[in-house]
């Protein structure tokens, strides 16, 4: 058999090449520092432009009511804030909720001082939340008190509501990962006869899959097999045939307007994590178009609200699925060869499975193609789902201070083991000094009832401290007075910015490593790789804090700081990532991406406090990089620094341990390298007279 790979005037990188060969060598290597460039700038410029300071913007509530006063509460709302609209009856604004055209209903009292508000946490807790903080206002200035109904609750196993957003997720992973490694291992592939069937066959099984761990696993998902198939089906095809249009059009570059489009703005626009109406916008219309988006909502239709409103975004998948296949045919027709694909006619002809892996036969490919990306989706769709999906406060640290304070803490013990974790301290400034230095989340301080806390420690375990502590005071015939120590800054209301500098930094380490074992085979050497990733870091760095402090306004500050660890997190991250890509290649990005960054977030208490996320993954948080990294971020916001010196100490530690290991990675090689020549220069026996 004839090998079908055109080599002709190909020079190996780092070979004496003149001229021309160089300059392209040259491009080639500032090439492979852009990508990652582009990649972690367009991320996490939009996420942190975006949710750093969101403020709701047009949300659209209801009055329940007729006639003048109803208008005047209406018109008592915010207006930038608001889109207030009045109904007739509470049955009309419970339909209008369940097709989720409003987040929130007031229906003033008829008779007495109570209010009503209802909501639709089905349709997205933190949308729901904002929604009830517009309407109060009005019911206060009316003297009013104020009862919650939610007419679309979650259900038990799902409290957070995170179904959606990582069934969704996974859906855009299982349509957007395989095709970049199929254009190296298996181009033929890419024909549309022979995609097509291939793509149904994989959309069933990786929906299944998906339905399979938030279902019977997990937990959160309960029953809808058959349309959670159908809806995962069309959304993995849509985004699958997308993505192969962008393939044939932009070759290897395919990865950057995929990314753009699934998550770069499908994430914000999707409104599965944080409402679009708190966002700019231009989101808000990208969520009626977008795959992503309609993937969530088309989800969050069939298993919280019985159907309804599924078909305008299954017609949006539809529209993506359509369009993309027609222009893959028509491309297919008329277009040229894919670019940057290999000159392959006979797909026997051994090829690498993996970018930078050896030349690997058809079968081994086809096995390689399949379970890479499943191996992505299912730690993706299960770590995270396992983590997030029902938060349950475990073992609050807290004190109390005061009076009789032995008394109250021995009570608290006794009434909620296992919810509090309860200590005493001498004085209040010994209490602030424990926040300060996060080893506490509240202070509950006696007679006056006043409970200290910090919202820059964690609004989500600021809120928990809050409802459990609130009726401890009411039972002591006291209002328990809220006061926070270290308040988020204008710039940061979600408390989100720590998460997203930590999880920038994580990033750039690990991606540099995996662009380089894919586009630079020739440098094998860790000395080799040591000035490029140093580099890396500290110009990544460097960038990083020009973006978020300079272009966008996020953070403020702290620039000596934020440079000086990040630099540090990055580069120790890229040298652990090398142990691993220069050994097993990038089939090893699986693993990294577990340690480094799926339990990171839950162990980092960036989103969801540590305290509500199961056991195990507290017990990581003094030893992975993330939670180190958004500790630090964090400290230096709003702490003055302190912790600092002991997640540099885990960085220091993950730094060393991977320069190490690199060290031995290059014994091994040329280890291998001498036995490899060894047997390529044994001569053979001679053959035998016959």
Known sequence: MEAAIDTSGAVAPGSDAPGASRREHLIRTVFLFVIPLLMVTMMFATYMATMHSPHPRDMPVAVVGSGAPAQAIADGLDPAATDARLVATRDEAVELLTDRE????????????????????????????????????VAAANGWSVAVEDVAP?????????????????????????????????????RLRRFLPLAAGWSAVTSTVIWLILGPLVGAVDGHYLTFLGVGMLATGAVGLTQLLFTKVFGPLAILPGMLLYVVFGMPASGLAMSTHVMPGFFQVLHGVLPLPAAGEALRAILY????????????????????????????RGGPAIPGAPPVTDPDVPMPALAGGPPRSKAFRYATIAAFPGSILVVVVGLMSFSMHQPQPRDIPVVVVGPQSEQVAAGLRTGLTGLLDVTVAGSVDEALDRLHRQEIVAAYVLPTSTLYSSSGAGLSQQSMVRQ?????????????????????????????????????????????????????????????FLPHLAGWAIGMSAWLWFL?????????????????????????????????????????????MVVM????????????????????????????????????????????????????????????????LNLG?????RRREKDTAATDTVPSEPAMAH
Not at 312 to 328: E, I
Not at 481 to 500: E, F, H, I, Q, R
Not at 665 to 669: A, F
């Open 548 to 592: 978020f402090d300079v272009l966008i306004g996020a953070v403020d500050g702290h620039a000596l700081a934020l440079i000086g660890f990040g630099a540090a997190t990055i580069f120790a991250v890229s040298v652990v990532t090398g142990v691993f890509t220069r050994t097993v290649g990038l089939a090893a990005v699986v693993p990294v």
């Open 665 to 669: 990675v290059d014994r091994w090689l």
């Open 154 to 190: 979650l259900p038990a196993g799902d409290m957070a509501g995170i179904a959606v957003l990582f069934a969704a997720m996974g859906m855009m992973l299982a349509g957007y990962v395989p095709l970049s490694m199929m254009l190296m291992a298996t181009p033929h592939l890419l």
């Open 468 to 528: 459990i502590f609130q009726p401890i005071a009411a039972a002591q015939q006291t209002t328990l007075t809220m006061t926070d120590v270290a308040p988020l800054s204008a710039t940061d209301t979600g408390g989100s910015n720590s998460l997203y500098v930590g999880m920038s930094w994580i990033i750039s380490g690990f991606l540099i490593m995996s662009v380089l074992r894919g586009g630079a085979p020739h440098l094998r050497r860790f000395r080799q």
């Open 305 to 332: 609200f019985d159907g309804r409103g599924l078909g305008g975004h299954l017609l949006v998948l539809a529209a993506w699925l359509a369009g993309a296949l027609l222009l893959s045919v028509l491309k297919e």
């Open 597 to 660: 960054m799926m339990a990171g977030v839950p162990a980092s208490g960036g989103g969801l406090s540590v305290y509500m996320v199961p056991e195990f993954f507290r017990a990581l948080q003094d030893v992975l990089p993330l939670p180190a990294a958004v500790d630090t971020a964090r400290s230096l916001f709003y702490f003055d620094g302190a912790g600092v010196g002991r997640n540099l100490l885990t960085i220091t530690i993950w730094a060393l341990a991977g320069l190490l």
């Open 102 to 137: 409003i987040t929130a209903a007031l229906i003033p009292p008829a008779g007495g001082q109570q209010a009503t508000v209802l909501t639709a946490m089905a349709a997205g807790a933190g949308q729901a939340g904002v929604a009830q903080q517009l309407l109060a206002p």
